[in-house]
Each structure stands twice: as structure tokens, then as C-alpha cells.
């Protein structure tokens, strides 16, 4: 038997409903494989400024420090989206916990669903085959350089800034990542006119040269945009920066037809962080109707970040099965929709080992 301490962090809005599901999943794996896992519970978001005044309390940090994984929901309110003029927010708790645990690596994988295809925004002949994985710089970038206003208020700055060392272990886990699946790795960037594009590429180059066996592309952002809806089985691996990650993510998301079917997963550190990737969606809250796929998708990612490939693999094709029987929460528009538990409970009940 393995033991694992997972700290759950669910937040605001529809996460801790993702969150259960999520949970539910991980409750069979260990029941059906064998494990133990410790879950412990801790306020993050717009619920932790709620009770503290602290979007990250230390209470949390701390523990998320001491687990073996981290599961995440969402975080996020309205009331603070609305005021330019809040001093803290929910968001800010999201960037600390990155950067406090290191972790410099968002991946999102990509994929379509043949069953799904009628969804997405693009025509079922672009879709064939789309199976990518973009690969973020999660720590570094305009997010996190410095900023602020001249003295007249009338004139605002973002620094971008980016060492060797944060660009070379990023695109090295691209390189890695592209060996485990199809060989292609695609570095965006925006070399044409940035300095810190032209350094993302040297230090790439430098690095293709122990890594000749993966195909290297480069594409500025701009185009990469474009081809992302042209073309998007062409992608494999991207590897980019904070900023242009964040946009080509989110652009991408839209692909499989709902942003409730994609998982993410943030690492770096030996404590992984995995979430859905879709927001709070406050206005859904307590209604059963959120879509768990991409939390239970992210409890895969923690598997396998846990080296329980063979279960995370259970997850999936469990996932695979329930969607292929033509049910799921009212955004798949499926032949019979369930709410939020009850599709939980079909993919959970849908989970055999080895299957």
C-alpha cells in the first residue's frame, strides 16, 4: 500500500463542487488499487479573504508545503473583478503559491474527443488529430517584473524580465515532454522584436544540439495564434513564456468544445499543483451544474505525478467510456444529461483496473 498526503485547496465558486468529484475518483483508485490518501483541507482565494484577509493564509502555504501533492478548484469573485481599486484579490494568492513552491511549470494538455467534435468551434476535419501539449513558464515574465506608475499617475510600466537559468530548465522539460510523445517541439516566441524572445531562442538552439532526436520549430506568438485555429493538429509541444502561455492556453481551450474537459497540472518543485483549468464560474455555484471532467482529468495528472501511471491510465479511459455512452452536464449537450454528482458518479463507477 501507498500513502500520499494531499492537500485540497477547492476555493471559490464551483471549485469545491469539481473538487468533491475529483476527490470521488481518487477515493476508487484507492480503494480498487490499494492506496491511502490523506486529504487535508485549507482556504485559498476569495473564501481565505473571507475568513482571514489573506488570499494565501499561512496556515495554507504551509501545508501545501508539507503534502506530497496539491489539488486546486478555483478562485475568483466577481465583487473583486468589478473593482479596479481592491488592494487584494484572489489572484494574488494563485501567484504566491507558484512562486513560494517553485513552480515554474504550467502544462496543458490538448486533445479532441471524437464524440465531442460536433462542439468545438472548428469544423470536425480541423480537429482530427489534435493532441498537443502546451508547455508554460509559470514564474517569470511581465507577471512578475516590475511595475507600477510614474509620479503624474498618467504613465504605467510592466517589465519584462528573464535569466538563463529559468528559460533553460523550461525548455528542457519541453524537450523531454516532446521525447515522451510525437518528437515535435514548437518554442513560441516573439524574437522579432523583444530582447527577451531573442534569449528564449539562443538558449533553445543551444539546447536542440543535446536534444537532436525531437524536431524544433520555432513560430512567433502572433502566428502561433493563428495556426492554433488554422491548423491545430499540426502542434505536439509549446513551449513558451508566462504572458504568451497564459493567452495561447486559454485560446486553446476552447478547442475540445468546453473549457470543463481540460486538466492542468503546475510543477517544478517536488509538490505538484493540479486544477481544472476553467474559473470559478460563481454564477453556477451550488447548482450541480459544473462540469467535472477537468478535475477529475487533473486527479489523473496527480497520479501520474505520484509514478501511479497505471491508475491515472484507469482514470482516463474511464473518462473516455462514459463520454463515448453519450452523458455529461448540459455544456457537452448530451443524449442524457447528469448534474455535477451524478456524472461524477458514472465515471467513478466506470473505473477497473487494467480495463
Known sequence: MSNFNIAVLDGDGIGPEVTAEAVKVLNVIADKFGHDFQYTYAPVGAVAIDQTGNPLPDETLA???RSDALFFGAIGHPRFDNDPTAKVRPEQGLLKLRKELGLYANLRPVAGYAELA?????????????????????????????????????TAYDTCTYTRMEIER????????????????????????????????????????????????FMFVDNAAMQLILNPAQFDVIVTSNMFGDILSDASSVLAGSLGLLPSSSIGSTVGMFEPIHGSWPEGAGQDRANPVAAILSAAMLLDHLGLREEAGAVRRSVNRTLGEGVGTEDLNPRERLGTQAFGDRIAHAIQPGA
Request: hydrophobic share 35%.
Open 63 to 65: 501545508l501545501c508545503k
Open 118 to 154: 460536433d462542439l468545438s468551434p472548428l469544423r470536425p476535419e480541423r480537429m482530427k488529430g489534435v493532441d498537443m501539449l502546451i508547455v508554460r513558464e509559470l514564474t517569470g515574465g511581465i507577471y512578475f517584473g516590475e511595475k507600477g506608475r510614474k509620479d503624474d499617475g498618467n
Open 170 to 217: 523550461i525548455v528542457k522539460m519541453g524537450f523531454q515532454e516532446a521525447r515522451a510523445r510525437r518528437g515535435k517541439l514548437t518554442l513560441v516566441d516573439k524574437a522579432n522584436v523583444m530582447e527577451t524572445s531573442r534569449l528564449w531562442r539562443e538558449i533553445t538552439r543551444e539546447l536542440a544540439a543535446e536534444n537532436e532526436d525531437v524536431e524544433l520549430n
